[in-house]
């Protein structure tokens, strides 16, 4: 069997807030949040966002905090000192843009710049845009390496439903790669086809889309820098940051273009 090590990569949270419910008007919404899990079991809260669908709010309220209504927050009991410690320092604290409360995303680990939203989720956010990090090479994990044989890449790019050059000379097979001015992969030309770099990165397995490709007489070696999407918070940057004696508020409206803290 394998093991697969999760302190190397981002994996995505499952969020189910439970069945479909029809509601007369004015009437409340009651969610589980039973069906969700996240691969690590490090959830310590979380809030519910609509994302479609008629307009339900609370009045005069940006999140609700009453666990047995919306599931504001976690009922679990928490009992690390430093988890607590970071919870009481910023009681009361929300973080906005244009008024509005952000969805703070954050990653592992950038190489030299955090990414855009739009080119892993594929929507424009003013606050989740490229900004520079501090160096955070020192960092376990930080670098990342994968090598394929020409064989398993040509595998790869079938089982994805891509197309697989006829000419033995694998050398050739990648033609062009474009990047993002986070430093990120934004699309490579493989045997004539346009790959995005999040494709890529999960084709391949790869902890980042920070990627630089080599051509080695057998296959390719893929050579990577920082650790998951890079949009938001880098968490080794904000580590770093910390060190050097920023507070929790330069380093959130460093990494998250344009917000402020309101305090409620």
């Known amino acids: 069997g394998t093991v697969d090590d999760p302190t190397n990569e981002d994996y995505t949270p499952v969020a189910v807030a439970g069945a479909d419910q029809v509601v ?4 409340p919404i009651n969610l589980s949040s039973a069906g969700s899990k996240e691969y690590l079991g490090a959830i310590y809260g979380y809030h519910w966002t609509q994302v479609s669908g008629p307009t339900a709010t609370h009045a005069g309220a940006d999140l609700c905090d009453d666990p047995d209504h919306c599931r504001g927050f976690t009922k679990t ?7 607590l410690s970071a919870v009481s320092d910023t009681k009361g604290r929300v973080i906005r843009y244009n008024g509005q409360v952000i969805d703070p995303i954050a990653h592992i680990s950038s190489s ?3 990414e855009s939203a739009e080119y892993v989720f594929g929507i424009s956010v003013p606050y989740l845009v490229s900004v520079e990090t501090p160096d955070e090479s020192d960092m376990t994990g930080f ?4 090598e394929f044989s020409k064989n398993e890449f040509a595998d790869i790019l079938t089982s994805n439903g891509y197309t697989v050059s006829n000419t033995e000379n694998h050398a050739g097979w990648i033609s062009y790669i474009a990047y993002t001015a986070g430093g990120r992969v934004k699309t490579a030309y493989i045997c004539g086809n346009e790959i995005s770099g999040t494709k890529l990165m999960t084709m391949f397995s790869l902890q980042s ?3 630089t490709v080599s051509t080695g007489e057998n296959g390719f070696v893929f050579t990577t820098e920082g650790i998951g999407h890079g949009v938001g918070l880098s968490i080794y940057g904000a580590w770093v940051m910390a060190e050097e004696g920023k507070t929790s508020s ?8 344009g917000v402020y803290i309101s305090y409620n």
């Open 209 to 211: 889309a920070n990627i």
């Open 250 to 257: 330069e380093i959130i409206v460093h990494y998250f273009s």
């Open 77 to 83: 009991k928490i009992t690390d000192n430093v988890v």
């Open 24 to 27: 007369g008007s004015g009437m």
């Open 112 to 114: 030299v710049k955090t």
């Open 143 to 146: 670098y990342g390496k994968k």
